[in-house]
């Protein structure tokens, strides 16, 4: 299998793997997600209907207001919150959600994230050193 490595900035530590989710929409954390099953549920969203609970979160920033950190508060308390954030542009509402949620957390990578992850793969997060590997899913 092949496996990819990309580097970028800490935004909250920790180190973390699990299977990726990606989004090439901005995602919002508060009033998108129902924090009981982790599903997002914000109309017409790609993610609309599939859950973040223990994924690799992939997608391109954050949009929203400063209830962003009421969402993924909620998310943590709830044990529905992704285990890591893999943000294309940080913005105040990731950063803060990621400290929020205390789930580690990268940003500004040397590479496109949402052009170089896929959903379903495996990604190990590294993100006190802000390093991301990417294990390719199988394609059969």
């Known amino acids: 299998m092949k496996e990819l490595i990309l580097k970028g900035r800490t935004v909250f530590g920790g180190v973390v793997e699990g299977e990726a989710l ?6 919002a954390a508060f009033l998108a ?29 954050g949009k929203g207001s400063s209830g962003w950190s009421i969402g993924a508060q909620a998310l943590r308390y709830t044990g529905k919150a992704p285990v890591a954030l893999i943000i ?6 990731t950063a803060l959600g990621a400290v929020v949620m205390g789930v580690p957390a990268v940003s500004e990578l040397d590479r496109d994230p949402i052009e170089t992850i896929e959903t ?14 990417v294990t390719k899913k199988c394609q059969a």
């Open 22 to 27: 990606v989004s090439k929409k901005p995602w």
């Open 88 to 93: 294309r542009e940080i913005n105040s509402q």
């Open 120 to 133: 379903g793969d495996w990604v190990k997060v590294y993100a006190d050193e802000g390093i991301v590997k």
């Open 33 to 61: 997600v129902d924090i009981y099953s982790g599903d997002v549920t914000e109309r017409g969203h790609e993610l609309s209907g599939r859950s973040v609970a223990g994924k690799v979160l992939v997608f391109p920033s």
